[in-house]
């Protein structure tokens, strides 16, 4: 935890860099066009992932948060289902990945999260629109967050190997806590 002055604002800096590298990738993941609605390749999560694994669950909780909301405002979506689906996915993301970050990899603390965004937001959809066969919706989505949630994990391992945010230090301290 960061002790004096100088390194708390160092880092909010890190914080407030991550905070708009993720708007940028959730704004530009809005862009993409989707087959399925709530199918997106999740862009976003490499940057809370990545958060998570260097700093630990609150940054990447802050983060996904302020992602959800900054890019709402971007986009236009802050008082509609998407911005409360996206917020909720995202807040449901960073606690399964804070909770299993010391017993499973990057990459499957991705998985986790992934699969863990989706079904919240596929639980709260079901309430939202309560005709919604989520059941049927189940099986494409597990695919889907297994999937993308890989994809993100192996990102955010490249990423993080590189000095990821790429201020001040380098990488993460061992490479193998990545793999």
Do not use: C
């Not at 002055?5 to 989707?34: F, H, M, Q, S, W």
């Not at 998985?111 to 989520?134: D, E, F, I």
């Amino acid at each position: 935890m960061p002790k004096s002055t100088e390194e708390r604002a160092d880092r909010v800096k890190i914080e407030v860099l991550l905070v708009l590298l993720a708007i940028g990738a959730g704004v530009i993941e809005n862009i993409i066009p989707r087959p399925i609605p709530f199918i997106k390749p999740g862009l976003a999560n490499v940057i809370t992932v990545a958060a998570i694994a260097r700093y630990g669950f609150w940054t990447g909780l802050r983060v996904n948060i302020l992602r959800s909301t900054g890019a709402a405002l971007v986009i236009g979506t802050l008082a509609t289902p998407t911005y409360l689906l996206s917020l909720i996915g995202g807040i449901a993301s960073a606690l399964l990945m804070g909770s299993v970050k010391k017993i499973l990899s990057v990459t499957g603390m991705s998985v986790a999260g992934s699969l863990g965004s989706l079904s919240a937001q596929l639980l709260t959809a079901s309430v939202l629109l309560p005709g919604l066969p989520a059941g049927a919706l189940l099986l494409p989505l597990i695919m889907w967050g297994t999937l993308s949630g890989t994809i993100t994990g192996i990102v955010a391992i490249v990423l993080l190997k590189r000095g990821f945010p790429w201020i001040h230090d380098s990488g993460v301290d061992s490479v193998s806590s990545l793999e």
